[in-house]
Nanobody, 116 residues
Framework: QVRMVESGGGLVQTGGSLRLSCAAS????????MGWFRQAPGKEREFVAR????????YYADSVKGRFTISRDNAKNTVYLQMNSLKPEDTAVYYC?????????WGQGTQVTVSS
């Protein structure tokens, strides 16, 4: 059993910053990557960023490159998403996902709202 818990969402003005956290617990020994996805109202869930657990290689959606940074703390089984220069189009529910040998595990989501 693996549990993913996100935190750090909220309301921010255009140009502001937020930092999301996601802590994984349980049987996480086979974790090989963690990432962030988001889903805006009326839209499909989309990829935001991903980080490999070993080596720390990162991947980003074009829409967030240069503004968002994903990082990890292996000792805490935690991944972070630093979001800068936020735009109204970044408004969405942000979900954490953990890739393990047994499958992908999702968090419950955290709301990010960017006001114009």
């Amino acid at each position: 059993q693996v549990r993913m818990v996100e935190s750090g969402g909220g309301l921010v003005q255009t140009g502001g910053s937020l930092r999301l956290s996601c802590a994984a617990s349980g049987r996480t020994f086979s974790m090989y990557a963690m990432g962030w996805f988001r889903q805006a109202p009326g839209k499909e869930r989309e990829f935001v960023a991903r980080i490999n657990w070993i080596g720390g290689i990162t991947y980003y959606a074009d829409s967030v490159k240069g503004r968002f940074t994903i990082s990890r703390d292996n000792a805490k089984n935690t991944v972070y998403l630093q979001m800068n220069s936020l735009k109204p189009e970044d408004t969405a529910v942000y979900y954490c996902a953990g890739d393990l040998s047994g499958g992908t595990y999702w968090g419950q989501g955290t709301q990010v709202t960017v006001s114009s």
